[in-house]
C-alpha cells in the first residue's frame, strides 16, 4: 500500500487516531487472550455500517462521520497484528506493535514515537511528526468466553488529542466491543476459508464528553451518538510461520 501525499495523509490523522486503540486492549488487569492468539497476524478490516443513533445534530465533528462513510464504508483494510505475553505469562495485545501497524496503514505516515508497558497497559501514549500527541487510557473493561472458542471483551476509554494548530485539546470517549470466534490452525488449513483461523465482530461507539456542548451531552443521557461496526479475519502472518 503506498503512502499517501502529506497533505492527504494530515487530513486523516484524526481518524487514523480514533481507529488506532479499537480493540488494542488496555488496563489494569490487561484483556487475557486464549494461547491461540500469540504471535503475529495479517488482519483483513471492513467498515460495514456507520450509525447516527441519535442523529447527526449530535455529532461533534460530521467532517470525520462523512469521511468514513465516503471513503471507508464497505473497503477492505489490511494491516498486521500482534500478540505477546506479559511478564505474568499471559496473551495479550501487543499495543506498540499495533499502534505502528495501524497508524501506517490508516495515515501513510509512522509514529515518531510509542510509549507502553504491557506490564502497566493502561496508558499508551503516542506522538507523531508535527507535534500531534495522543494520550489513550482505558477505564474500563470486562470479558467473558461465552464458549471454548469464543471470546466477548468489552472496553472503555478516553483520548486526549493535541496539535499545535488546536488552541484546546480535543477529549474523546468510546466503547469497544469486541466478539471473537476461532478454530485450530489445522481447521484453519483443512476448512477453506483462504487459512482464516479468527473471525471477529467489533462495535466502536462514540460519546459526548463534558467538553462537547452541554445541553447535547444532558440531552443524549450516556447514549453513543456515533456507531462504527468493522468485520475483521486473521490469518498467520506468512513470514512470521516460516520464520518458525
Not at 456507520?50 to 489490511?78: C, I, K, S, T, Y
Not at 500531534?132 to 486526549?160: G, H, I, K, N
Not at 477529549?171 to 487459512?195: E, F, I, N, Q
Request: charged content about 20%.
Amino acid at each position: 500500500m503506498a503512502a499517501p501525499s502529506l497533505p492527504a495523509a494530515a487530513s486523516k490523522l484524526p481518524e487514523a487516531v480514533d481507529r488506532v486503540w479499537e480493540g488494542l486492549g488496555g488496563g489494569p488487569a490487561d484483556l487475557v487472550f486464549p494461547d491461540e492468539f500469540l504471535g503475529v497476524w495479517e488482519v483483513d478490516s471492513v467498515l460495514t455500517l456507520v450509525e447516527l443513533p441519535l442523529g447527526p445534530e449530535f455529532v461533534p465533528d460530521m467532517r470525520v462521520v462523512q469521511r468514513a462513510q465516503q471513503e471507508d464504508l464497505n473497503a477492505l483494510v489490511q494491516y498486521q497484528a500482534a500478540f505477546l505475553q506479559n511478564g505474568r505469562g499471559e496473551v495479550v495485545p501487543d499495543r506498540r506493535f499495533n499502534t505502528a501497524s495501524l497508524m501506517r496503514t490508516y495515515a501513510g505516515t509512522a509514529a515518531a514515537e510509542i510509549e507502553w508497558d504491557p506490564d502497566d497497559p493502561n496508558q499508551l501514549q503516542l506522538q507523531m511528526p508535527g507535534g500531534l500527541q495522543v494520550s489513550t487510557r482505558v477505564t474500563r473493561r470486562s470479558e467473558e468466553q461465552p464458549a471454548a472458542d469464543r471470546l466477548t471483551t468489552s472496553e472503555y476509554f478516553q483520548q486526549l488529542i493535541s496539535a499545535p494548530q488546536q488552541p484546546q485539546p480535543k477529549v474523546k470517549a468510546s466503547r469497544c466491543l469486541t466478539k471473537y470466534h476461532w478454530r485450530s490452525p489445522a481447521d484453519a488449513a483443512a476448512g477453506g476459508g483462504g487459512g482464516v483461523q479468527i473471525v471477529a465482530t467489533q462495535v466502536v461507539s462514540d460519546y459526548l464528553t463534558a467538553f462537547d456542548d452541554p445541553a447535547a451531552m444532558m440531552e443524549a443521557q450516556g447514549r453513543p451518538v456515533v456507531v462504527y461496526t468493522y468485520r475483521m479475519a486473521f490469518r498467520r502472518s506468512q513470514a512470521a510461520a516460516a520464520a518458525g
